[in-house]
C-alpha cells in the first residue's frame, strides 16, 4: 500500500518506479538485480523435513540468542553481518530456512551449513 497515494493497492506505482528507477540509472533491470544479489548475497529458501518443528525453532533460538530476535513470520534472527528466518511449513513436517549476508559468500555458506546441521539433528 503507498500511503502518498492515499494507500492504492496498485502494481502500477512499482512499475513505474522501477521503470524510473532504471531509466536514472542508466542500467538494466538486470544489471541492478544482479548488483544487489552481489551485495545482499542469499542462500534461497532451502526445505528440510523434521519431526517437530516447535523443537528444531527452540533449539536454533537457543543457541543464536545472542542475536535481534523476531517472531513475526517465524522465527527471524538478525546480526550485524548477516540474518536468517527459519520457519515451520503449516501443511508438511517441513521447516524453510532463508540466510542473507551483507556481500560475504563465505559467511553465506559457513552459517547455511552451520544451521542446516543444527536444524537436522535430530
Not at 12 to 34: C, D, E, N, T
Not at 51 to 70: H, P
Not at 71 to 78: A, Q
Request: charged share 25%; proline share 3%.
Amino acid at each position: 500500500y503507498f500511503k502518498q497515494h492515499w494507500y492504492c493497492d496498485s502494481g502500477m506505482i512499482p512499475l513505474l518506479w522501477v521503470a524510473k528507477l532504471v531509466s536514472a540509472s542508466g542500467s538494466s533491470l538486470a544489471g541492478l538485480v544482479g548488483e544487489m544479489i552481489e551485495r545482499y548475497p542469499c542462500s534461497g529458501e532451502v526445505n528440510s523435513t523434521v519431526e517437530n518443528v516447535g523443537e528444531v525453532l527452540a533449539r536454533v533460538e537457543k543457541e543464536y540468542s545472542g542475536g535481534e530476535v523476531s517472531k513475526i513470520d517465524g522465527l527471524s534472527i538478525d546480526f550485524p553481518e548477516w540474518r536468517f528466518n527459519l520457519r515451520g511449513s503449516n501443511t508438511e513436517p517441513v521447516i524453510r530456512l532463508n540466510v542473507e549476508t551483507r556481500g560475504d559468500r563465505d559467511l553465506l555458506a559457513a552459517k547455511t551449513d552451520e544451521l542446516l546441521a543444527l536444524i537436522r539433528t535430530s
